[in-house]
Every structure is written in C-alpha cells, then in structure tokens.
C-alpha cells in the first residue's frame, strides 16, 4: 500500500502507524469508515477515535514527508529565537521559531508538512532562510500562547472539555487521548453520582450531558459542540456501532472500569435534529443481584410473595413502567428457587445480569428468534421454572398460559399501572378469561420511590391538604413522625438518597378467580382483590413508607400522582 510520486514510493500514514505499532489493523479499518463519512484526514480519525495520540500522528506524518520532527511544549525556546519571527506573522501562518541555523537562518515549527510549500514567501519578506521541522498542533496551541500570548480556544477544544468532565479521575493516565479521557471520565463521575443513565444529548449550541440518579434527571455538564462528532464516535465503537451509520437507530453493549467498578453498559443511539442522542443504561456488576429485603419488600407481604413463587405451577407476573425495577425482582426470586435440582430457563432482551446456574437465552429480533420462538423451544428442554422477560402479544401470552397449565412455574412481566389492569390486559391481547383464571397465581405491581438522606432530612408536620392528596388519613399519623427532604452536600442537594420499592401483590382467590371469568371490570376485580384477597395498594405502601421515615410526602405524590387519582 503505497503512493507514487515525483521522487518515488512513498507510504501512506496509516501504512506507518501500523509498521511502527501504534495502531493495528482494525484500528485502522474504524478511521477509514469515519474518514468516509467525516471527509477528515486518516490521521485525525484516528486521534479523534482514540486509537493513538497527535503526537504518535504528527511523527508518522514527519517520517512520511522526510522532516524532523520537534516537540515544542519541551525545553524553553530564548527570546532571540522568538524575535526572529514577528508575532502577527506567527499568528498568521501557525509557526513557531524553535532554534537559530546559523546567520539568518532559523529552525521553524510547522503543523503541516504541506505548509512548507506555503511559507516560501517569507523568505524574501523577512529576509530570512529557514527549513520546517514537524510539531503537533496542541504543542502549538502551547507554545503560541506561551511564547507569543495568542490563544487558540477552538483549538484546545477537546483538551479543555476532556479535563472539565473530571480532571481528578486517576483511571486515566494524562498521557491518553483527550477523547479517551472525556469518555473515561464522564463514566468516573456517573459512578460518583450514582447514576443508573448517562445521557448525551446534542443541540445547536451544546452538548448537554445528564444523570439520571435515583430515577430522576439532572444536568451534569456541556460539551462545546466541536467535540460532539468525537465522543458520539468513540462511545459507538466501544459499543461495537456502525459508525457511519447516522440515520437509523442503533443499540450496543460495551464493559468498562470506572472509578474502581466493573460496568455493564446498555447503549443506544436515536438519530435527532442535531445529531445522535446516545443513552446509557449502567449496570453494576457487583450490586446489581438485591434481596427483595433491600428492595424494601418486608412484612406479610413477603411472606405471602415466598408462597407463591414456590408453588409448582402458575404464571407469576410483575407489572409497572419502564424503570420500575421489575428486572431485578424477577432476579431476585430466581435467586431463591436456583438449586442444583431446579432446572431455570430465562428469555430476556436484553440479558442485564448473568445469573449462575441458570440457562439464560438473549433475544435477537433480526434473525427471528423473540419471545414466542424462545418459549416454544424452552418447553423442549424440560425446565422447572421460565421466566420470559416480557408478553407484549397474544402469542406469547398463550404459550406462557399453556406452559404454566402443562405443570410450569413461569415468571414475566406486563406493562400496566396496577396489579388488577394485568388480569385484564391478558384478555384484551385476546386470551379467553377461563385461562387466565385458572393459570395465573399472583400479579404484583411496584414502584421505585426515593429513599430521604439520613443526613438532612427534617421533622415535617403535614398540612391537611398534603395528608388528602395521597389519600392519608390524620390518625393515621398521630404519634409518628413525618420527614421531608432538605437538600445537603451528601445527597448532592437533593435531599434523597438511593431508593426502595413499594409494592401491591394480589393473589389469585376463588373470588377473584371467579370475577375474571366473569371478565369484570379492573376496578371490580381490584375491590374482589382488596376484600377477600387482602391485597394491600401501591398507595397503601406508600403511606407506610411515609410512616416508617422512609420517603416524603412529596415523593409518594410524584410517583403515585396518576394512581391516586384513578384509584382514590
């Protein structure tokens, strides 16, 4: 691979970055599709894309013309050296004057091999004889500045940005590329914070990167827009994306040290007006498996939830909105019922946590293998226990039904607001009521609410108003304590801290039973449920977290505002 020219072969500079070591091969093929798609010069793809460093690029470039190459930031150049070239000739062309050659002649830094070319005029002008030797352009940005008081803000750019996403990450040596910086660090201070999501979000005039910390969404930092093409690239090739692929929606998954964890990092990328917003779900490793005792499931509740899941037949489903922790509830009782002579097989998409012992399958929509197909080839396997990480259709409904009536313990979730919507959300996908009566065991909602900060939270007194908008009676506070959230340095101001879940577990009666096969109405079947089933709400929960100290008044409100008033 080489090029022709006037004075004979020369190589490419991708050719000679890989002689030497500094990239390989697939490195290079990631800056050739990004070369294609950015129109850039290959070695700014690769700086851009982390896979070596300017200076690595700037050598290979002065190899390649033939030239010296010199480090500018190194060393002190004197002041008569300096005076040879005018600073507004300096600013002009990017030069810096490095060593006297002689009489009248200098040593000049350049850039670009190219620029020999373009400062032959100068001779004449300044009367001067000079040779070029090769420098990197942050060594320049250094050097004009340093020598000459020019700044070049633009052209620091990336630098500026990597340091303020979080100079004091130590994961990261200050010698590795900006953007390789940037990313690392933006993981680093997720980490710190506690974030569940990273999002990058770009706009005309920014880049706005966000947390999202105990469920809620906060402002982390921005990024000028000048590295927006950059990071968007580097977090997609950690995610093994097409990069040239900026029309269509893509996902990936990539794992990543940050600040002393091991992450499992959901990505995806959603085309937008001003570019790709990628998101990032982080999963910890090493936390991510919770005791539903830590998840704030306690009580009769919990005992009643233990009956259930060790029956040996029946659908058992856990409802909620997306991010309401159903996943990990799920993970949870299959960490109870995983023995050596229980046989587990999961169909999840995607697979959050690798669970030992368990036969885990990842679904993949491309090649047709979905929820359905996955649950008809389990059956084949003899399992114990299925959990299907979803029924969002009537296929897969009917085969999870058919299993759990051919003698299977089979898990999933539902998309609904309540634990009664669930029973009659299997029969609008068009299952018959007698085989959602006779197949269902237990449907159990739940919702993810902020934990108050142990640091800062006060002694509240609430107003009747308050007390009626969550459905809260005055006796029922009489001689507790209320809390309300203040905001101090550990909570970052927020006045919360982690978070617990509240619960609502209905349990199949006869009653019930009965009232589905009826195909009552869902507030019917949530009276049945509440009367002979002893079903407790999601509200109901929520007040004995506000009573135990855990939560806010505040926090039951904004999470349970649509329920409250659907249900009273």
Same mark, same amino acid.
């Given at each position: ?11 490419? =500079?991708?050719?000679?970055? *890989?002689? @030497?070591?500094?990239?390989? #091969? $697939? ?5 050739? !599709? &990004? ?90 002008? =300044?009367?001067?004889?000079? *040779?070029? @030797?090769?420098?990197?352009? #942050? $060594? ?5 500045? !340093? &020598? ?421």
């Amino acid at each position: 691979m080489t090029e022709t020219g006037k004075t004979g072969p020369r190589k490419l =500079l991708g050719e000679i970055l *890989r002689a @030497a070591n500094v990239v390989g #091969e $697939a490195q290079l093929q990631d800056a050739l !599709k &990004y070369q294609a798609e950015t129109g850039l010069k290959i070695g700014e793809c690769l700086v851009r894309l982390g896979h070596c460093q300017s200076a690595d690029v700037s050598r290979a470039l002065a190899r390649q013309a033939g030239m010296p190459f010199v480090d500018v930031k190194k060393g002190q150049i004197s002041p008569e050296v300096i005076a040879a070239i005018p600073k507004e000739v300096a600013e002009e062309h990017n030069i810096v004057p490095v060593k006297l050659d002689g009489p009248g002649k200098v040593i000049l830094a350049v850039t670009d091999p190219l620029a020999v070319y373009n400062l032959e005029h100068l001779k004449f002008i =300044l009367n001067l004889d000079f *040779r070029c @030797a090769l420098t990197t352009e #942050e $060594a320049m940005v250094e050097a004009l500045s !340093k &020598y000459y008081g020019l700044h070049k803000k633009d052209a620091a750019t990336v630098g500026d940005a990597a340091r303020r996403a979080g100079g004091a990450a130590k994961e990261v040596s200050a010698d590795d590329a900006p953007i390789i910086r940037l990313v690392q660090n933006l993981f680093d201070d997720a980490v710190r914070a506690r974030a569940s999501d990273i999002h990058v979000e770009p706009f005309a005039d920014r880049v706005r990167v966000r947390f999202r910390v105990d469920g809620v969404c906060r402002v982390a930092d921005d990024f000028p827009t000048a590295v927006q093409g950059a990071v968007l690239s580097r977090l997609k090739i950690m995610a093994e994306m097409d990069i040239a692929e900026k029309r269509k929606p893509q996902d990936g998954r990539l794992n990543i040290h940050a600040h002393g964890k091991e992450l499992d990092v959901r990505v995806s990328a959603l085309p937008g007006t001003h570019g790709e917003s990628i998101v990032m779900r982080l999963l910890d490793k090493q936390e991510g498996l919770v005791s539903l005792e830590r998840l704030g499931f306690v009580g009769e509740d919990q005992r009643r939830f233990h009956r259930v899941i060790k029956r040996p037949n029946g659908i058992f489903l856990v409802t909620g909105p997306t991010g309401s922790g159903k996943t990990t509830t799920l993970y949870a009782a299959l960490q109870e019922l995983n023995r050596p002579d229980v046989k587990i097989i999961t169909a999840e998409n995607p697979v959050e946590y690798h669970l030992p012992g368990v036969n885990q399958c990842q679904v993949h929509h491309q090649i047709g293998l979905d929820f359905a197909r996955i649950l008809r080839s389990m059956l084949r396997q003899a399992p114990n226990i299925i959990l299907v990480g979803e029924i969002r259709d009537q296929e897969t409904a009917s085969i999870a039904i058919q299993a759990a009536l051919t003698g299977h313990l089979v898990f999933s979730t539902l998309h609904t607001n309540d634990a009664p919507a669930a029973l009659t959300r299997l029969m609008d996908m068009g299952v018959a009521p007698f085989l959602v009566s006779s197949s269902v065991a237990a449907v159990m909602a739940q919702r993810l609410i902020r934990r108050l900060c142990n640091s800062c939270k006060e002694k509240h007194e609430p107003t009747a108003t308050e007390l009626d908008s969550i459905g809260l009676a005055s006796e029922h506070i009489a001689g507790k304590t209320v809390y309300c959230s203040v905001g101090c340095d550990q909570c970052r101001m927020t006045g919360y801290s982690g978070r617990v879940g509240i619960f609502e577990l209905l349990e199949m009666s006869p009653d019930l039973r009965e009232a589905v096969f009826r195909s009552e109405t869902t507030s019917r079947l949530r009276e049945i449920a509440i009367s002979s089933g002893g079903m407790l709400s999601l509200r109901v929960d929520g007040h004995r977290k506000i009573i135990e100290g855990v939560t806010s008044v505040d926090e039951i409100l904004r999470v349970l505002s649509k329920e409250l008033v659907l249900n009273g």
